[in-house]
């Protein structure tokens, strides 16, 4: 690795390290200052001459007591030393996670284009499973922020990472169905394991042995043969909080559907968290970014509330698509249209950086969206001022045992059609 290829590791955006390089800076000039008025205090300003007549200035005042700039000068020297090394201690936790892992990630196949998915729940799996049914690279940048369920009661106990979006996003790129069930199952009510998901302890059990908790989903992709990586959007234990219009705020993914309120804003506590340097590198690498379909506010937009993540979207040259959901979620987007949903994304990030929408505008049986309509559910809005240039409309919707999803085969039509041809074998429509 060549010096200039170190420094731009070292300033990399995201890293969040070069806040820690000033505060250190910061600290050594404290130093040299109090090093120097030592001299002077001890030495009468034998290292620097010229320095003296600037502190007689300053502290040659009948009011100070002879003792104040010695205190002075000790005080300043243990206080610049003290942050110097605690200015450096951070760097090195700031740089040590992002680093560890990188030369394990899996290297892209050459003259394959790379596609990147953000998201995470259910959302995400059917077009993970659809990127499997075509030659591309995959990588999936997934929402770590949930707090029920079994994810959250071992993001509490043990204090790492959400897993249960990492889990099912493992298993759609997943290619040995034997972990379906594996990874799936869930133990009964009762006992000390009530109602853990097997491959959330699996990832618990991985991040308490590997000490990371990027290394533990990387090992788990490894075991499953996913055909792509997954990668946490961040690997700090953050929860997301929502701010509602009537000003009212609630902290944890799980409780802010359930307030009932139209959401003004998502925010993350703590307000400084640091997205994952694979993300950027990932995202830095795309032909294709794909934003959707999943939960606006709890799913998609975590991801985006992280600003390094959403300059490198918006300066990539990748084709980004969002794909929008077919029903609204309740307590979440109630009402919603398509344009809602972008309004949503761009007021957090500040810009419509999409190139495509893909809208679902399939009929659906009257009864089933009674069902859903009964539940507080709706089908999505198209808007009548849609931006019908950049909107692709697609049959993608499939009704399952009652429960209305996007279509596999569907979005591997579209997304085949989207993804630049000259690098795409031809679609079979067979996984």
Not at 262 to 290: C, G, M
Not at 363 to 382: A, F, N, Q, W
Request: aromatic letters at 8%.
């Amino acid at each position: 690795m060549t010096r200039r290829d170190l420094l731009n590791r070292l300033v990399r955006p995201g890293i969040m390290v070069k806040r820690w390089y000033v505060l250190s800076l910061f600290g050594v000039v404290i130093v040299i200052i109090t090093m120097i008025s030592l001299d002077w205090v001890y030495n009468n300003g034998l290292v620097l001459n010229w320095f003296p007549e600037i502190l007689q200035r300053i502290f040659d005042n009948p009011s100070l007591p002879d003792w104040f700039l010695p205190v002075f000068s000790w005080v300043g020297l243990i206080l610049g030393l003290g942050i110097v090394i605690y200015g450096a201690i951070q760097v090195a936790f700031s740089l040590i996670p992002h680093y560890g892992a990188t030369a394990k990630k899996q290297a892209p196949k050459a003259g394959i284009p790379n596609v990147v998915v953000i998201g995470g729940g259910s959302g995400t799996f059917p077009v993970l499973k659809a990127l499997r049914m075509l030659e591309v690279n995959t990588t999936a940048i997934v929402t770590v922020a949930d707090s029920g369920g079994s994810t959250g009661k071992l993001r509490d106990e043990m204090h790492i990472p959400a897993m249960g979006d990492i889990r099912r996003c493992l298993l759609a790129l997943s290619d040995k169905p034997v972990f379906d069930k594996i990874i799936q199952h869930r133990f009964n009510k009762n006992g000390s394991l009530a109602d853990h998901s097997l491959g959330n302890l699996i990832i618990a059990g991985l991040t308490s042995t590997e000490g990371d908790f990027a290394e533990a989903v990387y090992r788990l992709s490894k075991l499953m043969a996913t055909k792509g990586q997954v990668i946490p959007f961040s690997i700090e234990n953050i929860s997301l909080c929502a701010k509602f219009e009537d000003g009212t705020t609630v902290s944890g993914e799980a409780e802010i559907p359930k307030i009932g309120k139209k959401i003004s804003k998502v925010f993350f506590n703590p307000p400084h968290a640091k997205p994952y340097v694979r993300v950027l590198e990932a995202l830095s690498f795309a032909d294709v970014i794909i934003i959707g379909p999943g939960s606006l506010y709890t799913s998609l937009l975590p991801a985006l509330l992280l600003s390094p993540i959403v300059d490198v979207i918006i300066n990539s040259n990748a084709k980004k698509i969002f794909i929008s959901n077919i029903m609204t979620q309740k307590g979440e987007t109630d009402g919603y249209s398509v344009n809602d949903h972008i309004k949503a994304i761009v007021d957090h990030t500040g810009t419509d950086f999409f190139d495509n929408i893909v809208v679902t505008k399939s009929d659906i049986d009257v009864g089933i969206l009674e069902k859903y309509r009964s539940i507080g559910s709706t089908k999505v809005g198209i808007d009548v001022d849609i931006d019908r240039e950049r909107v692709v409309f697609a049959d993608l919707a499939e009704v399952d045992s009652g429960v209305i999803r996007h279509s596999v085969t569907a979005l591997a039509r579209v997304l085949n059609s989207e993804i630049p041809k000259s690098k795409v074998k031809k679609f079979s429509g067979k996984e």
